[in-house]
């Protein structure tokens, strides 16, 4: 039998996950609206920044790991997981703003539990975010290179809280941060 705060917790979850689908679907734009979901993929995602951020102005590789506990798709029908890494190139990363638009994205490469694999282009990715309270919702777009999903968008959407943020400074420099994240394959319109 559950206890009420494991009740909590569940509702609690349920909630932030709604969010985060919600901060998703917002940063995927109208033009999608017409576009079909092929496959998701649930679970966290950490970047770890070198050098780490401070509040002085410099270039920071930003290595992207996620570990997805879930993976679906429909065409296959397919249920397991994955992990996923790319490498980032930050251009003046600061404290107050740690993407630049000077920055470049590096490919993603997904492996999945059953071996299939997809590689997300780092090239013409475009990242967002958005306010949520507590919390950013940090959107990464691009198109699927190869393997699985070939051809379709992958919006991912990670959840960086704030109060990992606001500790940054000379003295406590960023180094890494970490939170859930959802990773949405959909068909181009």
Excluded at 27 to 51: E, R
Aim: aromatic share 6%; hydrophobic share 40%; with cysteine.
């Amino acid at each position: 039998m559950k206890t009420w705060q494991a009740i909590q917790g569940v509702c609690g979850l349920s909630k932030w996950l709604g969010k985060l689908m919600v901060a998703g679907m917002l940063l995927a734009g109208a033009g999608q609206a017409s576009a079909v979901s092929l496959g998701t993929c649930t679970g966290t995602l950490t970047t770890t920044f070198s050098p780490a951020i401070t509040t002085v102005p410099q270039d920071v590789t930003a290595t992207v790991a996620s570990v997805y506990a879930v993976c679906n798709s429909v065409l296959p029908l397919w249920v397991g997981s994955g992990t996923g890494v790319a490498v980032n190139h930050l251009k003046g990363s600061t404290c107050a703003q740690i993407t630049t638009p000077t920055s470049t994205f590096g490919d993603k490469t997904i492996v999945y539990s059953d071996a299939a694999g997809s590689t997300i282009s780092g090239t013409g990715a475009t990242v967002a975010r958005v306010d949520l309270g507590a919390s950013y919702a940090v959107t990464r777009t691009s198109t699927v290179q190869s393997g699985e999903f070939a051809g379709a968008n992958a919006v991912e959407t990670a959840i960086v809280l704030k109060s990992d943020l606001a500790s940054c400074s000379d003295l406590t420099p960023l180094a890494q941060t970490s939170g859930a994240t959802t990773l949405e394959f959909v068909s181009v319109p």
